[in-house]
């Protein structure tokens, strides 16, 4: 299920359950952005796949009972106990038990909870169970007892500082949190959709539920997680706060072009559709 999709995430607190609605609503609908501006997986087996995030793509198409947008977090009432519900309904993998994995495929967590789990009759869950069971959804946003943001391609060093910084600045400082749910609580659930789905193909042109592309409002959510890292005012031993984690997000967006698109670039250009080129070059 994981072959080809290697990632970079990052998993963030929160501070109540009011705190997780508001982040979880924030970084789903704004977890395309991240898959198009860290697009990394434009080749397979060598050769162009049609795809700028090819591992993203592959997420829309895994499972949709453990995968997705998960809609209902945009729902009025969403909290704990409606996450707990939809966990409740993911088809089981396993239970862990005295170093052994015992297959419960497609079995029911809430039948595991009234002993009537076919692989364990008469069993219970314990604490880990549940722990190990939240582990098997892989919607763009996980929440477990920290929110998982999963939407990013695997890339070169800057990326691993660059995804943190864009989403420790949009969600760790309440006045950016509000300013980007502002910029996207008018979207519809369908737009929302069609949005990821576009995105493993068009990236930044992947157009946007109100109009326009991803392209489009890049540079205002840069905007706002560079002023929620500079709100948090945490400082390098020469004064320097974590905005500057974002330049390589900055370049992205001033090029309009993504990792993959430069990769594609090269390949089509001086690598002369050699791909063994990427190993000597550096992003």
Not at 3 to 24: H, P, W
Not at 78 to 89: A, N, S, T
Not at 242 to 268: N, T, W
């Amino acid at each position: 299920m994981m072959l080809r999709t290697c990632t970079i995430q990052t998993n963030l607190d929160y501070g109540s359950e009011a705190d997780m609605v508001q982040k979880f609503r924030v970084s789903l609908a704004l977890q395309p952005l991240a898959t198009a501006l860290f697009a990394n997986s434009p080749f397979t087996e060598g050769k162009p796949n049609g795809f700028l995030s090819y591992r993203s793509h592959i997420w829309s198409d895994t499972d949709p009972a453990r995968t997705g947008m998960l809609p209902f977090v945009f729902e009025d009432g969403f909290g704990y106990e409606r996450y707990v519900d939809y966990m409740l309904d993911v088809p089981m993998y396993f239970v862990y038990r005295d170093g052994k994995y015992i297959d419960a495929a497609g079995q029911s967590f809430r039948d595991f909870m009234a002993g009537k789990l076919p692989a364990l009759p008469g069993e219970l869950p314990t604490d880990s169970d549940w722990v190990d069971h939240l582990s098997t959804a892989f919607p763009e946003v996980r929440l477990k007892s920290f929110l998982e943001m999963r939407g990013a391609d695997g890339g070169p060093t800057s990326s691993i500082c660059a995804l943190p910084a864009l989403w420790v600045g949009l969600l760790y400082d309440q006045t950016a949190l509000d300013a980007a749910w502002d910029l996207v609580k008018g979207w519809s659930m369908e737009g929302r959709e069609a949005l990821r789905n576009a995105v493993p193909k068009l990236a930044l042109d992947a157009p946007l539920p109100n109009g326009g592309t991803l392209k489009d409002i890049a540079p205002e959510v840069l905007a706002i997680a560079r002023s929620g890292l500079r709100a948090r005012a945490r400082l390098n031993a020469v004064g320097d706060d974590e905005s500057g984690f974002l330049a390589p997000l900055d370049d992205i967006v001033a090029s309009g072009k993504v990792p993959a698109q430069r990769l594609l670039d090269l390949y089509h250009g001086e690598w002369g559709g050699d791909l063994g080129r990427v190993y000597e070059q550096a992003f």
